[in-house]
């Protein structure tokens, strides 16, 4: 059984508004050009920042000269750590160990590190700056590649590691000092070797991920400024204010309530505007100056920023003749690059759920978060769960077809059912495994024949399927505010970045107050007036967030009812809340509005509801990675596809895609499905091209002219959404995370596909026509020479 | 520095003037001198449109455009195109469809759905990805905004149907 | 990107006379769209550019003459090209081709002349122009000169093109009474990509049997070139399954492909065989009204 730390979040009927086809609230304002965001704030006054980066992945820093820089008329001042030092001592930020520098110190770890910035008015000015700053190395012997960097005794990127306390749940995970291990995580369920002796066949294979990066098209940007009493005002385009808040009052030494931090839209996020990007650099860039200060990065500066883990995963598996699961052992390197942001909460996350959604006797688990001398990783739709999928479930085909199995009846065999204990010995509930699925395989026609082709173009299908546990513990809290004349705020700190979370927030409140949820307004994330919010990721928002939402929305009303009880005399049991009022037993219809203005005598007064909303959570066992209460909830999504390989280039074309997730409950039908697909979308691109490409730590391809995402004409034939739902007890009425689902299956699904079209297995992504060519070539035993 | 100069041009109809320096690119000198904050650069290439504005008509990636060459121009953005309280047919399609989800190509996008029915009032399928096909969009909403296209153009054609109408009624009665 | 001065010249004397210098800081700038990027990514910084925008009414023209050859103003924008209806009549080849590349935006802005003095090999017109021997006409204060297109792309990123040039004019000439053409695309990561390899093919038949045939390579090679070993292999001969392989297995001992982000060079070379040979498969196939298409 779950436990719920607050009341009343049991799932409820909805009462028209949630589940409703609600067209986004800010629709307007994005068709129109109107809708804020962050990157269309300019100051009186404000100075532009350029950043100097470093050009080498790992060297000491002998010396900085900016006088060349500074005497460019124009330029404002070139600042340097030595000048950030003298308003932060210890310069040192992350969410998960306390290790980037606001700008280098001594060393630099990773091309693109910011080792200086320029200041002007005109931002070209500040541009050209830049190449005038001299900066001189002593290069180091740089490490890239995880599995590497995990070994090396020589390269190693952090003197000293410095874990940062942030998070309860990685207290038990120490780093290593004098190794590149960041932070490790195990799991031991069961006698393994017991196991795999049981096996009647056992599987290892290695599958790797590439690094990709979030790419969202508006660039990240902050702008700070001192208020008039000197605390500082931060506009960022983040996923986490209030992380924002915290980790500059912490730099600075300040109390929370002398920060202020806000957003606006976000256009786009993928993860790559968590925690602290440019905030901190920009805050202290205003306490320097003492004037407003604006950071706007270009679409090349963007790869050097945030990015997502590469990863190498060894997967063993043991199996029964019959096609059961017996054992599995997992070891996982991430490449975290040269900062751990949130690497180590990925690695122990993600790590649990390397075994998949599968019911398997004994399980051992390994996981290392890997500095390397690469840009940082972080989190990017799916908290690195797509890679450990493209493992699992590849590796779910191969052992099938070994087996001579169909792929689906192995699934099938193997599938973690409700109330079954996953791998870290929580009890799965209210999980759509099964469905998802069987959801699959109807839509797929998996049961019908299928035609491969013959000649130049193969044809093939595939299906995987993956599970991924809602991060916690997390919090979320919010307001409702019934204003004088009835209408209704809800003060949030979810960040829309796309997803819909104003909507499905609007929804929520207006279905518990008997609103319209257009009328309804969402007030954006801004710390001096929104409450407390973890922060915007990992598909947590419409549970975490939904519920202090659906909460506050309880607590107002039953403020407001009372208020009419005591003014009517009825029983407030008897009240009924619709349509923006209430109504007595009596046949009277009292507007929210009408109830304020009798109680103060004119239009007066608010109503203020609050909701607040953390989830049990027991942190895993330090000698065995268990617990009983890993997650809150868990997401299930499938992918199902069908390709035509081209025999001759090594072509994949997707002709048709099929996304199952299971939502729960979806709040906004419209706004799952679009969830869905597009996140699909997304890691297409990650499975067939998107690769950042490195030389000697330098991004060969940092621009979307040789990055290049998917586009209209990537789309596959035929796209088909399918949401499940599977209500969650304690979810908002019923409803589960969704913004991930979608990235789950997708790379395994392609390979798999690709494994039937044409017999060839690829063990790395991305999936290009020149790897699938190679393959199948050497294949046949003709490989080529390169010229 | 370079030199400021004066250029003259009109902005969604109306004569306006700006001083810009040689080498400021329209997005800039629209933002700074305008707010027209509809114009963004994003991959600063050329590549993702969401800098699309129109000069003398037809559709340009303001990110690779010299503002100082729009003197004597007629440049329209997307703020030309709707209001919040007159929403253009495309827009409104792109509504109803859910073209969108963060909204940071949107502008782009309607502009060149915008110009692509204009030239094209009935695409197909592949005539909308020929023509859309330098926007980007990374939250994916392509298969909305095909759809949309296709709903703006049946806007389209019911309204300029109506119109005929009008004018047919217009002239029996005259 | 950094600041420079702009000067917008009214007549083609005037431009050439502002463009008579040495100094590699002076450029002209004609739709802009790669010289921005340049300037963007700082990989060039001018002090001056010399904008071609107003000569645009003098030098846009596209027309046949009656010797039936094909003249193209380099200021013509690539959208006009693609949209005009002297240039389809003479091949439709050249406006498929030009739909697939880049996008409308960047063809409403980007010029003939600047497509081609860029010399980036991964453009899609430069391949389809030296299969139907193109002649680029420069000029300078000093006067004109025209020179095959074949001998103005001399490498990577570089031109014939000297200081104080301009080119003022494409020429091509007429293709002979049925011949088809097309131009085959390969991209390797989106579809939208630049091409990895780019095959453009104009073959001749005349009873079954290849009497003319053209074919050019780009974007996997460090400039366009044309396989003459190719094409004289198939004159003469009927385009068989068997022929069209050998042309294609033929094309890749002929080239040099550049090993880059988008494949390996031996990866090139394979895509570079099977896009010769699908390019003279889809002309083959053509039946004798059609004029070949665009593939990707």
């Known amino acids: ?787 | 520095m370079a030199e400021y100069r004066t250029i003259r041009f009109r902005l969604n109809g109306r004569p306006v003037e700006l001083a810009v320096q040689p080498h400021e690119n329209l997005v800039e000198a629209l933002r700074r001198g305008f707010q027209m904050y509809s114009v963004r650069e994003s991959c600063g290439q050329g590549l993702c449109g969401c800098c699309t504005v129109y000069v003398n008509g037809k559709a340009v990636s303001g990110c690779l455009y010299l503002a100082a060459l729009v003197d004597g121009c007629d440049v329209q953005t997307a703020e030309g195109l709707g209001t919040l309280q007159q929403l253009s047919p495309v827009q409104e399609a792109f509504i109803e469809c859910e073209g969108f989800q963060c909204g940071f190509c949107t502008p782009g996008m309607i502009m060149m759905a915008t110009q692509l029915l204009q030239e094209n009032p009935n695409p197909t399928d592949e005539e909308i990805k020929h023509y859309m096909s330098g926007n980007l969009c990374r939250c994916a909403a392509y298969p909305e905004i095909i759809a949309a296209v296709h709903r703006a153009a049946e806007k389209l054609r019911a309204s300029k149907e109506t119109d005929a109408k009008a004018d047919q009624a217009a002239t029996v009665a005259g | 990107m950094n600041a420079f001065d702009l000067i917008q010249p009214d007549t083609l004397e005037e431009a050439l006379s502002l463009l008579n210098t040495d100094d590699p800081l002076v450029r002209p700038l004609a739709g802009g769209t790669a010289l921005m990027l340049m300037m963007k990514s700082k990989l060039y910084a001018p002090e001056r550019l010399v904008s071609l925008q107003r000569l645009k009414p003098s030098l846009d023209k596209v027309k046949v003459d009656e010797a039936g050859r094909l003249h193209l103003g380099p200021l013509a924008t690539l959208r006009e090209l693609e949209l005009s209806p002297v240039v389809a009549q003479f091949s439709p080849v050249i406006p498929k081709a030009l739909r697939t590349l880049s996008n409308v935006r960047v063809r409403n802005v980007a010029t003939l002349g600047g497509h081609l003095a860029h010399g980036d090999p991964h453009m899609d017109l430069p391949p389809i122009l030296l299969a139907l021997d193109a002649q680029v006409r420069v000029s300078s204060e000093a006067g004109h000169r025209d020179i095959p297109l074949s001998e103005f792309l001399t490498g990577y990123y570089s031109t014939a093109l000297a200081p104080g040039e301009l080119i003022t004019e494409v020429v091509v000439p007429p293709l002979p009474q049925g011949t088809r053409g097309t131009y085959v695309k390969f991209t390797a990561l989106s579809a939208d990509d630049w091409p990895m390899a780019g095959v453009a093919a104009f073959v001749r038949l005349e009873d079954g049997q290849i009497s003319d045939a053209r074919v050019a390579v780009s974007a996997a090679t460090e400039r366009p070139v044309r396989l003459h070993e190719v094409e004289s292999f198939l004159r003469g001969q009927r385009p068989t399954d068997e022929v069209l392989h050998h042309a294609g297995e033929l094309a890749g001992t002929q080239i040099h492909p550049l090993a880059d982000i988008r494949g390996s060079s031996g990866y090139k070379r394979e895509i570079v065989k099977v896009c010769v040979r699908r390019s003279l498969q889809q002309i083959a196939q053509t039946d004798h009204n059609g004029d070949g298409g665009v593939t990707q």
């Open chain 1, 1 to 787: 059984m779950s436990k719920v730390m607050e009341p009343g979040v049991q799932s409820a009927a909805p009462s028209g508004q949630v589940g409703r086809p609600v067209k986004r609230l800010e629709s307007a304002a994005k068709v129109t050009g109107r809708a804020e965001y962050i990157h269309n704030l300019e100051l009186p006054g404000m100075l532009r920042a350029k950043v100097v980066r470093s050009t080498v992945a790992h060297a000491r820093i002998r010396g900085i000269d900016t006088s060349a820089a500074k005497a460019l008329p124009g330029v404002y001042d070139v600042i340097t750590a030595e000048d950030i030092l003298k308003v932060i001592p210890d310069p040192y930020y992350g969410p998960a160990f306390h290790d980037q520098p606001i700008l280098a110190i001594d060393k630099v770890r990773h091309v693109g590190e910011p080792v200086a910035v320029v200041l002007a008015t005109d931002v070209h000015v500040a541009d050209q700056a830049t190449d005038l700053v001299e900066v001189e190395y002593e290069e180091l012997e740089p490490v890239f590649h995880e599995v590497e960097a995990y070994k090396s005794q020589t390269a190693i990127v952090h003197d000293v590691i410095r874990p940062a306390g942030t998070f309860a749940d990685l207290k038990s995970l120490q780093p290593r000092n004098k190794t590149n291990v960041a932070m490790e995580y195990h799991l031991r369920n069961g006698d393994v070797d017991a196991a795999f002796a049981k096996a009647d066949y056992v599987f290892e294979h290695t599958f790797r991920s590439q690094q990709v990066n979030h790419l969202p098209l508006e660039p990240t940007v902050t702008v700070a400024q001192l208020t008039d009493t000197g605390n500082l005002l931060i506009h960022t385009s983040s996923q986490s204010p209030s992380f924002v808040r915290i980790e500059v009052a912490r730099l600075l030494g300040w109390p929370e309530n002398k920060v202020r931090v806000r957003t606006a839209y976000l256009g786009g996020g993928f993860g790559a505007k968590l925690y602290i990007k440019l905030e901190a650099l920009v805050a202290a860039l205003a306490l320097i100056t003492q004037r407003p200060v604006r950071l706007s990065l270009t679409m090349e500066e963007q790869f050097y920023t945030i990015t997502r883990h590469a990863a190498t995963v060894t997967i063993r598996t043991g199996v029964t003749k019959d096609g059961r699961i017996v054992a599995r052992d997992c070891k996982t390197w991430w490449n975290g690059g040269a900062y751990a942001d949130i690497g180590p909460r990925v690695t122990q996350k993600s790590g649990f759920t390397a075994a998949g959604p599968y019911d398997i006797e004994a399980v051992s688990l390994d996981s290392y978060a890997v500095y390397t001398n690469l840009p940082p990783a972080g989190a990017l739709r799916g908290f690195g769960i797509p890679q450990l999928v493209w493992a699992y479930e590849s590796q779910a085909d191969i052992i099938a077809r070994e087996l001579g199995m169909d792929p689906l009846e192995f699934r099938r065999k193997n599938i973690l059912r409700n109330g079954r204990p996953h791998a870290t010995g929580t009890i799965l509930e209210d999980a759509g495994t099964v469905e998802v699925l069987e959801e699959l395989a109807r839509k797929m026609n998996w049961d019908q024949p299928f035609d491969r082709g013959s000649g130049t173009i193969r044809r093939g299908r595939g299906i995987a399927i993956g599970v991924k546990a809602a991060v916690s513990p997390t919090t979320s809290v919010a307001f409702v505010n019934l204003y004088s004349d009835g209408s209704c705020g809800v003060y949030c700190g979810t960040v829309d970045m796309g997803q819909g979370s104003d909507t499905a927030m609007a929804q929520i409140a207006a279905d518990v107050l008997g609103l319209r949820a257009e009328d309804v307004r969402i007030i954006h994330p801004d710390t001096e007036v929104t409450p407390y919010d973890m922060a915007t990721l990992g598909s947590r928002s419409t549970f975490h967030m939904g519920n202090a939402v659906r909460l506050a929305a309880e607590d107002a009303k039953q403020k407001i009812v009372a208020m009419c009880a005591e003014q009517t005399g009825f029983d407030p049991a008897a009240l009924v809340v619709r349509d923006g009022g209430v109504a007595t037993p009596d046949g009277s219809f009292f507007t929210f509005g009408a109830i304020l203005a009798k109680r103060h005598g004119m239009q007066a007064g608010n109503v203020l509801g609050v909701g607040s909303y953390f989830p049990y959570y027991e942190k895993p066992n330090p000698e065995t990675g268990m617990s009983e209460h890993i997650t809150p909830y868990w997401m299930v999504g499938g992918t199902g596809v069908e390709v035509e390989v081209d025999m001759e280039t090594g072509k994949v074309h997707i002709t048709r895609l099929v996304t199952v997730g299971d939502c729960g409950k979806a709040i906004n039908p419209g706004i799952v499905r679009r969830q869905l697909s597009g996140a699909s979308f997304m890691q297409m691109g990650f499975t067939l091209f998107e690769e950042m490409v490195f030389d000697e730590g330098q991004v060969v391809n940092a621009s979307m002219a040789d990055y290049k995402i998917p586009g209209f004409w990537d789309l596959p034939d035929i796209n088909e959404v399918s949401i499940v739902e599977v209500p969650h007890r304690n979810g908002p009425f019923g409803a589960k995370g969704i913004g991930e689902t979608g990235s789950l299956g997708l790379s395994p699904a392609v390979a798999n596909a690709i494994y039937d079209a044409i017999g060839v297995r690829i063990y790395e992504t991305p999936l290009t026509p020149e790897k699938v060519l190679k393959a199948l070539r050497e294949k046949q035993g003709q490989g080529w020479e390169d010229a």
